[in-house]
C-alpha cells in the first residue's frame, strides 16, 4: 500500500519530479553520500535529541482481548468451565500451549515472535491495566482513554499526546512534531501542534503541473495563512512536511539487522516509522492505528481471526525492534487498547466488551524482560474480584505508565497538563 | 421448553441449512477467519475498474454544459436559496441552481422531500451496467462468487455517481447521513453480498419516511445482522454486539439512559434473529432453537417468558419512542444540516417534532431547512471528501465515463463510501477531517490537469461559457468563482486567482486549468 499506482493523480510527472527534487536537495552534499546509506536524507541533527525518546504509539482499536495474548495461565480460574472453555490458551507445555514469560503469564503462540525483545530486557508487559472508566462503549472508551481523563465529564477534547506536545518545546525544527499513519487524526493526538494524518508518508509531494509550482503554492500558503484555524495551522504543517518528507527516500529505505517488516499495512506503516525516526527530522511522536480486534464471533485465538491479528502486531514489533536497535536508546513504543474483553466468553466462541487489558511497552530505557502485574493472590480471575464480576480488573492504571514515561522518556514533568486532575504512581517501568 | 418440539425445530433448521455451531466452527463461515471465506482488502478496491458509461448520457451532459452557462446577475442570486441549494445538496451548480430558482425556496424543498416526483431517469440509465444494484445477496453470490469487489465497487462508484449526478440530491444527503447512522463496514466478511439490499431495501427506501420504520428495516438487515455479529447471537452466552450499538450509536445514545443489564437484556431478546446461509443467501429468519425464550426485563419494561420474535420488536419499539432516541437523532440531524454546534433551541424543536409525529423524517426536515433557520442559524460546515470530491465534479459539470479513478482518490482520503470500520460511522466534525489538506489539493490539481482517466472537465469551456474569455477582461477570477460555488469565495481569494490568472495567462489554456484547481483547493472552497 506504499505506493498506489491506480491513484492517478499525474503519478508519473510527480515521481520524476519528486526524484529531480530529492537530487538537487542531496546534490550539494554529494561527498557526504559515499558513506552514508543513500537513503538517508541530509538533515541536520537537531541540537539536543539525546534526553527525549522519539515515542510510538500503536493503539489496537475494537478492544484487544489480552486474556488471550499475554494468558495468565497460572491462575487456575482461567480454566474454569465458567469462564473460557473453548478459547482459554492452555499453559505451556500443551500442543498450542502459550510461550512461558514469567512462570505466571505466557505469550499467545502467535505472539512468538516477541520473545526476543522480551528477553533482551526491551520488552514490558503491564496486565490488569487499563483505563479505571466502567464504560463499555468502544467510543466512550477511546474519549476517555484518548483525551485522559477517565472518571471526569468529557470537557478536554484534545488528547494527552497533543497536550504533551503542546507544553515542551520542540526537539527539532518544530515544523512536523507528530504524524499519525491514518486518514484521519486520532483523538491522543486531537490539537496537537504541527502534527499530520499521513497515511503513507512515502506520497506527499505538492500536486499538480511542476512548472507552475511555486506560484500555486504561494496562492495557496497566501490564502490558507489567512483562513481559520484548524485550517491555517494544517495547511503551515503541510507545506513544511512536504519539504521534510521529500528529503526521505522511503522507497529505497533498507532496514538494519536483517529485519524484515510484513507487506501488510501495519507492518509498512512501522517501516516508514523507523525510516521517519532514523531520518531525524524533528518528528517526535508517530501514531499507527491497528483495528479488527472487537472480536465477539469466532474469536480465532489459536487459528482465525485474533490469531492472523497478533501474527501481524508480533511479527511487525519484532522487526521493529531489531531495525531500531541502535536507536532504543532514544525510543519509547507503547501498545494500548481501549478494553479488555470479558472473562467469559460467549455463545459464538467470541468474546464482549470488558474491562481490564494488557499493554506493551519497548524501548531500551524501559524495565523490560518482566510483566508488570498486581494479581491478587495470583487469582484476579476469580469470580469474587472480577470486575462487575465479568472482567478482569483494572489494578494498573493506564495513566501511571504512560505519565512515568511522559515524564522520565520525553522530558516532561508538566503531568498534571498531560493528566489533569490525576496524581500518577510510578511503577518503575523506565530506567 | 418442549424437547421434541425443539429437536423438531433443529431438524427443521437444518433442512433451513442454518448453520449450527459447531458448522459455524467448522467451515469457515467465520467472519475473519482466512481460508474458504473470501475477504476484500482496501487495496484490492483499487484495482478493480468502474463500469464504462454509457456514451449517449455522456452527450446529455454535455449539452447541458453548454446550455446552463447562462449569466448570472450577481444581483441575482438569493442567498436563501442558494443556502438551502447547499444544505441539501453535494454542492451548487448552476443548473441546480436555475432549477431551485424556478420553483421557489419552498417549492424547491418540498419537491426534494418527495424524490418519487423527480424525475431521475437519466441518471437511472447510467447505472445499467451496474448489474449488482438490484441483485438480492443469493443473486449475486450466484453471479459473482468470490468476487466480492465486484458488487462492492459496483455499490460504491454507484453511490458517488448519485451524489454528484441525482437530482434527487437531499434524497443522496440523506442516504448518506443514515449510512453513516447505521454504519455497515463493506470489508467485512461477506457484507459485499448484502450491503446492496441493505442500501436499497433499508437506507434508500426508507430515507425520507419514518426513523421507527427505518430502525425496524435496519434491525433485520443482512448486513447489519452479519456486520454486527447478531446472526450467531444464540441463547445461553448471548452476545452483545449488536444490543450495544443499537442503543449507543442507532437509538438512545451512549448517555441515553441504559445500564449494561440492560445491553445483556437487549442482546437475549436478539437472541436467534439471524439469516439463512442456503439456499437464499441473507434473507432474515427468526430461528427459535437460538432464541432464549425466558423473560427479561428492558429499560424496566417487563417482557415475559415465551415471546420468541415479539421479545426483539417490544424492544425496537420501546427503542424508537424513547425520548432519548429523539434527542440523539434531532441533534445528529441538526449538527449535519445546521452545524456543528447546532443552536439547542433548534435542536428542542425537531426533538419535539419527532415525538409529536412518531418520528417523521420529513417534518424533521422541515423544521431544519425552513427559511428562518437556514438563513439566520446556519454556520459553516466542512465538506468531508466526499462532499468536496462531489461538489468539483458537479459545479463543472464533469464529463464522466468512468468513476473508477474519483472512487481511488475517495479511498485515499478516507471517505469511499462504505469503507468506515467502526460502527459509528464516518465523523462529522471539523477535527477530523481539517487537518488532511494536501489529498485535496491533489484531487482539484488532478481533476483539473486532466490526469483523472475517464472524468474530463473542460476548464476553458466553462470559463468562456462564463463570459471570460477575453483575457483582459479582468473577470476570471470572479467568473470562476461564480461557475465553482455561485459567488461563495471570499473577495481576497478571488482576487488571488485574479492575480495568479493574470500572471500566467500568457501560458495558455493550462493557466486556466491551474486557475480552476486552485480555486477549488482554497479554503473558501472547502465550506459550504
Known sequence: MSDDPAVGQGCKEFQEWTRRRFLKHSGATAAALISLPAWLPRVVRAADHTSTDTLVVVFLRGGMDGLSSVVPYGDPNLYSPNLRPNLAVLPPGNVDGAVDLDGFFGLAPALAPLLPAYQSGQLAIIHATGSPDPTRSHFDAFSFMEYGTPLQPLTLFTGWLARHLDVVPPVGNGLLRGIALSDLIPKTLAGAPATLPIRDPAVFGFPGRFQTEAERRAVLET????????????????????????????????????????????????????????????????????????????????????????????????????DMQNQMNNLTVLVMSEFGRRADENGSLGTDHGHGNCMFVMGGHIAGGQVIADWTSNELLHPDLLHEGDSLAVTIEYRDIVAEIVQNRLGNTDLATVFPNYTPTFRGITM | ?????????????????????????????????????????????????????????????????????????????????????????????????????????EAYLESQLDPASIDDSEIDAMLAPFDTLPMTGQEIYDTYPNMLGVPATQLIDATILRGILSKRQLLERMVQFWTDHFNINMLDGLVPYFKNTDDREVIRQYALTTFPQLLNASAKSAAMLYYLDNYANIVGHAQENYARELMELHTMGVNGGYTQTDVEEVARCFTGWTIYFSPQLGEFVFYEPYHDFEAKTVLGQFIPAGGGESDAQTVLDILAHHPSTAEFIARKLCTRFVGYDPPEDIVQSVKATYLATGGDIKAMLRVILQRNVITYLTTPKFKRPFHLVASMLRATNADILSIGLARNNLVVMGHAPFLWGTPDGYPDTLEAWGSALLLRWGFASALFDGTLSGITVDAPGLLAAAGGNDPASGTQGTDIDMILTGGRLNPAEVSALQQYYNDVAAQGPPAVNDTFGLAASVPGFQWY
Open chain 1, 223 to 322: 490564502a490558507y495563512t489567512a483562513a481559520n484555524d484548524p485550517l491555517a495551522g494544517a495547511a503551515e504543517s503541510t507545506f513544511a512536511t512536504i519539504d521534510l518528507l521529500e528529503t526521505i527516500d522511503f522507497q529505497n529505505y533498507a532496514p538494519s539487522g536483517g529485519a524484515v517488516y510484513p507487506s501488510n499495512t501495519f507492518g509498512q506503516s512501522l517501516r516508514s516509522t523507523a525510516a521517519l525516526i532514523k531520518a531525524e527530522v524533528g518528528v517526535e511522536v508517530v501514531m499507527v492505528e491497528l483495528g479488527g480486534w472487537d472480536t465477539h464471533n469466532q474469536q480465532g485465538v489459536l487459528a482465525g481471526g485474533m490469531a492472523s491479528l497478533m501474527d501481524v502486531l508480533g511479527s511487525t514489533l519484532a522487526a521493529f525492534h531489531l
Open chain 2, 1 to 105: 421448553m418442549d424437547v421434541l418440539l425443539t429437536e423438531r425445530k433443529v431438524k427443521r433448521a437444518r433442512a433451513m441449512r442454518i448453520p449450527t455451531l459447531l458448522e459455524f466452527e467448522r467451515s469457515g463461515y467465520s467472519r475473519m477467519m482466512p481460508g474458504p471465506m473470501p475477504m476484500l482488502s482496501r487495496e484490492e478496491l483499487l484495482d478493480i475498474e468502474s463500469p464504462l458509461l454509457a456514451p449517449r448520457n455522456r452527450h446529455i451532459s454535455r449539452r447541458e454544459a453548454g446550455r446552463e452557462q447562462a449569466p448570472m446577475g450577481q444581483g441575482g442570486v438569493d442567498p436563501a436559496l442558494l443556502s438551502l441549494l447547499e444544505r441539501t445538496t453535494f454542492g451548487f451548480s448552476q443548473s441546480a441552481y436555475d432549477d431551485a430558482a424556478a420553483m421557489g425556496y
